[in-house]
C-alpha cells in the first residue's frame, strides 16, 4: 500500500500563528513518531504514539507543541504561537509496533518556515 | 540530544569508488540502524545491525558494529552518482527505551559522475 504521508509538504507562517501538520501512517501501522530536524539541532525525537496513546513525550520541546493520534491512524502535531526557532522539517514515521526491529518508514516531512 | 558523531561530515568520491562513513555513540544501544536521506526529506532505512551481531551486508552495502568502541561503520561499494545523499545512524535502545531513533548528525556523500 501507500508510505507514509504528512500534508502540507510546506508551510510558511508568520511568528505567533498556530500550525498543525498531518501524518497518515502505513495502514496497519500502530506505532507513529514525530521528529524534527533542524539546522542547529540535527534529527530529534519529538513524541511516540502507541494506538492512540502517547506513553512517551519527553521529546516536545515546549508546551507550545501538542500532538494527537485519532482512531489508531491519522496523527496531528500541533505548534502555538509559533516562534522562529521552530522552524525546521517535521518527520512522521510508523512501524508495525514499537518492538526495537521494527523498521520505523518515515513520511517525506513538512517544512515549516516561520517568518 | 544527539547519540553519534559521524566522521566524516562531508565526503566526495568519484563514481565507482568505495565510501566509508563511521558513527560513534555514548550509551549501550540494543541496535543500530543506518538512514540515507535526498534532498533534506524523507528518511530511507537502508539496515539494521544488532548489538550482538558485528558485520551485516545488503547489496552494495557492508556494516560493522564494535560495541567495545561504541563503533559502527558504512561501507557503500562500487557508489554511483545516484548514492549522493546524507548518511545517518541511529540508535535503539539503552536508555530504556526500544522504540526511540537517536541520530548522529550525518554524512554528507557526493560521488561525482
Known amino acids: 500500500g501507500a508510505g507514509v504521508s504528512q500534508s502540507p509538504s510546506n508551510k510558511v507562517t508568520e511568528k505567533g500563528k498556530d500550525v498543525e501538520l498531518r501524518c497518515d501512517p502505513i495502514?496497519?501501522?500502530?506505532?507513529l513518531y514525530w521528529y524534527r530536524q533542524s539546522l542547529g539541532q540535527g534529527l530529534e525525537f519529538l513524541i511516540y504514539?502507541?494506538?492512540?496513546?502517547?506513553?512517551?513525550k519527553s521529546g516536545l520541546p515546549s508546551d507550545r507543541f501538542s500532538a494527537e493520534r485519532t482512531g489508531g491512524s491519522v496523527s496531528t502535531l500541533t505548534i502555538q504561537r509559533t516562534q522562529q526557532e521552530d522552524s525546521a522539517v517535521y518527520l512522521c514515521?510508523?512501524?508495525?509496533?514499537?518492538?526495537?526491529?521494527?523498521?520505523?518508514?518515515f513520511g517525506p516531512g513538512t517544512r515549516l518556515t516561520v517568518l | 540530544s544527539q547519540q553519534g558523531e559521524e566522521d566524516p561530515q562531508a565526503l566526495s568520491i568519484q563514481e565507482g569508488e568505495n565510501a566509508t562513513m563511521n558513527c560513534s555513540y555514548k550509551?549501550?544501544?540494543?541496535?543500530l540502524q543506518w538512514y540515507r536521506q535526498n534532498s533534506g526529506r524523507g528518511l530511507v532505512h537502508l539496515i539494521l545491525?544488532?548489538?550482538?551481531?558485528r558485520e551485516k551486508h545488503s547489496g552494495r552495502l557492508r556494516v560493522t558494529l564494535d560495541t567495545s568502541k561504541k563503533s559502527s561503520s558504512l561501507l557503500i561499494t562500487a557508489s554511483r552518482a545516484a548514492d549522493t545523499a546524507s548518511y545517518f545512524c541511529?540508535?535503539?535502545?539503552?536508555?530504556?527505551?526500544?522504540?526511540?531513533?537517536?541520530f548522529g548528525k550525518g554524512t554528507l556523500l557526493t560521488v561525482n559522475p
Open positions: 495502514s496497519g501501522h500502530t506505532a
Open positions: 541511529a540508535t535503539v535502545g539503552g536508555g530504556g527505551s526500544n522504540y526511540k531513533l537517536t
Open positions: 550509551t549501550s544501544i540494543n541496535n
Open positions: 504514539f502507541q494506538g492512540n496513546s502517547a506513553p512517551d
Open positions: 514515521a510508523s512501524s508495525l509496533g514499537s518492538y526495537a526491529y521494527n523498521e520505523q518508514f
Open positions: 545491525i544488532r548489538s550482538n551481531e
